[in-house]
């Protein structure tokens, strides 16, 4: 079954059936992982999906699924889950011979790591994120424990051939927290990274440079952008947001990424981590939370010196479940 071994991967198939996109769900909604059969367009085969947490059970469940399926590719859509489940899982994915695939604006982190560093052909659509972190125990505290299961994830991802420098974001990013592997990472870890649709339509690579590219495409469409305004006073810094997760007990549950794509003409935006006071309404059982200053992303937008008129900028944030907003904001500055 290996994905070199088959010719009609080659052939003009642009991507997956409408359908994939009905499957490829936000990992968030889904409470353990779930495996379907997602179906190749203009052909009889197909690929399996995996996506959601993972959870105890899910290593055997993935062992008897693989028992003498005849698939073409493997389908990752995950936040993370269970470390020994997923290392687990990974045993099972070594014995794969065809391409494990982390869809575009798919979600590989955590404990999914794993079993991606696991696969022979790994292949990153562009868009996907892939993340690496310290294992943490419930409440995402570290504990002596979870230090010994983040060294056991590094052990396992080293035996896989993941270079030092990823490794080393694992072991040195807190919990809370993900670590997203630029391109360059990826492709130190011998990642297929297929170049997107409007380069490859001008390029002049072997054939068999990204024959997972045109299966897979994208699957998933970008999420919908959403609009607000603001008003800033000239010379002044206003913060536009402040984003904070809270567990019920009202301690942290890590800090989502805040990310600005597109700077503002007018004037300079970044994120930094602050502590500040939520602001649950009354009908959140975290509504007793909003006493207290907890760690949080904010972004702020200074307006160049001088500068009175209309700006804008755009942003997104990545949850530490892996669910991606994308913000447009209109400025006005007096």
């Known amino acids: 079954m290996g994905s070199r071994a088959i010719p009609w991967l080659t052939a003009a198939i642009t991507c997956l059936s409408a ?10 909604q889904a409470s353990a992982m779930t495996v379907q059969r997602v179906p190749v367009a203009g052909s009889n085969r197909y690929a399996l999906l995996l996506q959601g947490h993972i959870v105890a059970g899910d290593a055997a469940r993935l062992s008897e699924l693989l028992r003498g399926a005849n698939f073409v590719a493997l389908l990752l ?10 290392r687990a899982m990974a045993g099972a994915i070594r014995a794969l011979h065809v391409p494990v695939v982390v869809p ?39 504990t002596l424990s979870t230090l010994g299961v983040t060294t056991l994830m590094a052990r396992e991802a080293a035996r896989d051939g993941v270079p030092a420098v990823i490794t080393g974001r694992m072991v040195t990013t807190a919990p809370g927290e993900v670590a997203w592997l630029t391109s360059g990472e990826l492709q130190q870890m011998g990642v ?75 004037g300079t935006a970044h994120a930094e981590k602050v502590k500040d006071f939520p602001s649950f309404p009354p009908s959140n059982i975290r509504w007793d939370c ?12 200074t307006p ?31």
Do not use: W
């Open 192 to 266: 297929r990274i297929p170049p997107t649709r409007a380069a490859a339509a001008g390029a002049t690579a072997p054939a068999m440079a990204a024959p997972v590219g045109g299966i897979v495409g994208s699957v998933a469409a970008r999420p919908v952008t959403r609009d607000f305004a603001k008003t800033v006073a000239a010379g002044t810094t206003l913060r536009l947001i402040f984003s904070y997760n809270v567990n019920p007990d009202c301690s942290s549950a890590g800090l989502s990424t805040v990310r600005v794509t597109e700077q503002p003409m007018h």
């Open 19 to 28: 359908c994939a996109t009905q499957q490829l769900l936000n990992p968030a």
């Open 290 to 301: 909003n006493e207290a200053r907890v760690p949080g992303v904010a972004l702020l937008y």
């Open 104 to 142: 575009a604006h798919a979600v590989c982190a955590s404990a999914c790591f794993m079993l991606f560093a696991a696969a022979h052909d790994k292949v990153a659509q562009p868009g996907a994120r892939i993340g690496v972190h310290s294992a943490s125990a419930s409440g995402g505290n570290e």
């Open 77 to 86: 859509n995950s936040p993370g889950g269970s470390v020994l489940e997923a």
């Open 304 to 334: 160049a010196p001088g500068f009175s008129g209309s700006d804008y900028l755009t942003f997104e944030t990545i949850s530490v479940e892996g669910v991606d907003r994308e913000f447009r904001v209109s400025l006005t500055v007096k």
